[in-house]
Each structure stands twice: as structure tokens, then as C-alpha cells.
């Protein structure tokens, strides 16, 4: 198949809480899987990836865990800040092709 | 210097007519894009030129025409405009490792 399921859709949490954000895929093929962060009326933008030889990557606040043999990887923020509120969206690149195939998003919002 | 810049931002137009969004990335990529981003925000891949020669192409209707005179420039023509080509349209450039988004084209079908 060629879905990403990701969850939840929805999530608020107040300014200093951590937020996850889980992603499934389907093709065991995949390799590489970034996620991209969507600030309204602006184009997605990577702000994490991480390939399947590896199990974490952290970059500051943000993290991504990879589980290649549940075929599900996670985006972990910590110490949110109200700029953090955005779509973020998981994506994996589909085996044996250049394509990259979008989870439907998750709207985050961080309240002061 | 703006990386993936698309033109129009906004685009409202009736039914029925003929539009273009052209799209032009300075990064030096020789892949570029073009996603569908539809009300609920699922992003949806179109089509994908690598280096002027067309290598991805979704089920897509015949009437979204992309054109890519050389690796810079991917442009998209869409003939006889529907109700449900209402969405945002983003270009993209780069690789399956990473792509840089433009800004979006919101295009709005009345």
C-alpha cells in the first residue's frame, strides 16, 4: 500500500509540554523519512528527517524515533513554544521511486 | 532571494477557463514538482520532472498539463477549470531527501 497513517489529527497542549506525533507506514521498502512543518498561508518545510539505518535523531527541542520493525516513527517536541503551532506533516519516501507520500497532518496548537 | 518562487499567489477564476501557474527554483535542483493540497490539507503528488523529462505522473486528469522548458522552470497549465480544482498548489524542487516547498498558489474555481 501506499498510505502513512498519522496521529492524532488535532493536538493542543500548553507552552512548555512536550508533543508527539505518531506516523504508520505500509511499505517495508521505505528508507527515508522526514517530516515537514506547514505555517499558515506558507509551503511545507523540512525540519527533521531520519533514515532507516538509524533509530533517533535529535536536533534541539526536536526529536524523531524510527521503528522499522513496527513500521511506525514518531516526532517528539519538547519545551513547545506558541511558534511551534503549525501542521506538521510525516511523509516516507515510497520504495523504488522518488516519490514522497505525505501523512494527512496534524494541527498543533500551543497555548500560552 | 526567494528559493522556489510561484506565481500567482492567488488565482480566482471561473468555471471553464484555461489558467497557468508557472513555478521557477534557483537551487540549482534538477527534480522538481508539483503537489495538490486539498481543504482538509492532504498533500498529494501531481507530477515530478527530472531534468526536463516528466517521471512521475498521478492519476491526473488529462485536463493538468505540466510543462518544463528546461530544469529550472516547471509550469502547470490546467484547461476547462472545475468546482473541484479549488485547492492550493504547491511546486516543489529537490530530492527524495529533502524538497523546498514554494508558497502555494490558492486557486479558487467560481
Redesign the interface.
Known amino acids: 500500500g501506499e498510505n502513512v497513517e498519522q496521529h492524532p489529527s488535532t493536538l493542543s497542549v500548553q507552552e512548555g509540554d512536550s508533543a508527539v506525533i505518531k506516523c504508520t507506514y505500509s511499505d517495508s521498502a521505505s528508507n ?1 523519512f ?1 517530516w515537514y512543518k ?1 505555517e499558515l ?6 525540519i527533521i ?1 531520519i533514515r532507516s539505518n538509524v533509530g533517533e535523531k535529535k536536533d534541539q527541542r526536536i526529536a524523531v524515533t524510527l521503528n522499522k520493525t513496527a513500521k511506525h516513527f514518531s516526532l517528539h517536541i519538547t519545551e513547545t513554544q506558541p511558534e511551534d503551532s503549525a ?1 506538521y ?1 510525516c511523509a516516507y ?1 515510497k520504495g523504488g ?6 501523512g ?2 496534524t ?1 498543533l496548537t500551543v497555548n500560552p | 532571494d526567494t528559493a ?1 518562487s510561484q506565481t500567482p499567489k492567488y488565482l480566482v477564476t471561473q468555471m471553464g477557463n484555461d489558467k497557468s501557474i508557472k513555478c521557477e527554483q534557483n537551487l540549482g535542483h534538477d ?1 522538481m514538482y508539483w503537489y495538490k493540497q486539498d481543504s ?6 501531481m507530477f ?1 520532472y ?1 531534468n526536463k523529462e516528466l ?2 505522473n498521478e492519476t491526473v486528469p488529462n485536463r493538468f498539463s505540466p510543462k518544463s522548458p528546461d530544469k529550472a522552470h516547471l509550469n502547470l497549465h490546467i484547461n476547462s477549470l472545475e468546482l473541484g480544482d479549488s485547492a492550493v498548489y ?1 511546486c ?1 524542487s529537490g ?10 498558489t490558492r486557486l479558487t474555481v467560481v
Not at chain 1, 521511486?97 to 505525505?102: G, W
Not at chain 2, 530530492?95 to 502555494?104: A, E, I, M, Q, V
Open positions: 527515508y522526514p506547514q498561508g506558507k509551503g511545507p518545510q523540512l528527517d501542521v506533516f519516501v521511486s522518488e516519490k514522497l507520500v505525505f494527512k497532518g494541527k | 522556489v527534480t482538509k490539507k492532504f498533500l498529494k503528488i515530478s527530472n517521471i512521475i504547491f516543489a530530492s527524495r531527501y529533502g524538497y523546498t516547498f514554494g508558497s502555494g
